[in-house]
T-cell receptor, first 113, second 113 residues
């Protein structure tokens, strides 16, 4: 089992719809969760992070965390073509130091006109 | 804004060469990281450093070494480049305290011929 799993997609949604991106993780002791967006040929950029169970909203983005189910998701409301990218889920491990993250392989999102 | 600068966007080297990839950050971050990113495999941690002259192996350190002589600079060294080291290399940095996210440089696309 991979430490962080994401559906590779592509996930296609029409413009203006809600895109839902999901991520599961295996380390039950994981405490910090991050979503990065990566455009083709570019480096990852941080969108959101969440530490506590429940929802966290930032503009059109909402991160949801359910530690009991070991599940974290990212909702993008009113999806725009500019949201088309690969979304990486990252989890901070408990073991080891230095703020290491484990990344999923990413979900490709396509927002269609 | 955090600025993480990688010395080259594209680099072409030959098998057997010693290759240096440089990374500089301007936020006084304690932690610095080197990843490689390959299609279908996601981001994989090569090495990280949590202080000057300190380093720890990541998940795939074989064939690589690192150097951190100054806090702002973290170098990745391919001792004897091989074709299977052709990849996108990403540098990142973060603060050590708290649940801090990592910030990435633009990446170096390295081709070993």
């Amino acid at each position: 089992q991979k430490e962080v799993e994401q559906n590779s997609g592509p996930l296609s949604v029409p413009e203006g719809a809600i895109a839902s991106l999901n991520c599961t993780y295996s380390d039950r002791g994981s405490q910090s969760f991050f979503w990065y967006r990566q455009y083709s040929g570019k480096s990852p950029e941080l969108i959101m992070f969440i530490y506590s169970n429940g929802d966290k909203e930032d503009g059109r983005f909402t991160a949801q965390l359910n530690k009991a189910s070991q599940y974290v998701s990212l909702l993008i409301r009113d999806s725009q073509p500019s949201d088309s990218a690969t979304y990486l889920c990252a989890v901070k491990r408990l073991t080891g130091g230095g703020n290491k993250l484990t990344f999923g392989t990413g979900t490709q999102l396509k927002v269609e006109l | 804004d955090v600025k993480v600068t990688q010395s080259s966007r594209y680099l072409v080297k030959r098998t057997g060469e010693k290759v240096f990839l440089e990374c500089v950050q301007d936020m006084d971050h304690e932690n610095m990281f080197w990843y490689r990113q390959d299609p279908g495999l996601g981001l994989r941690l090569i090495y990280f450093s949590y202080d000057v002259k300190m380093k720890e192996k990541g998940d795939i350190p074989e064939g690589y070494s690192v150097s951190r002589e100054k806090k702002e600079r973290f170098s990745l060294i391919l001792e004897s480049a091989s074709t299977n080291q052709t990849s996108m290399y990403l540098c990142a940095s973060s603060y050590v305290r708290g649940r801090q996210p990592q910030h990435f440089g633009d990446g170096t696309r390295l081709s070993i011929l």
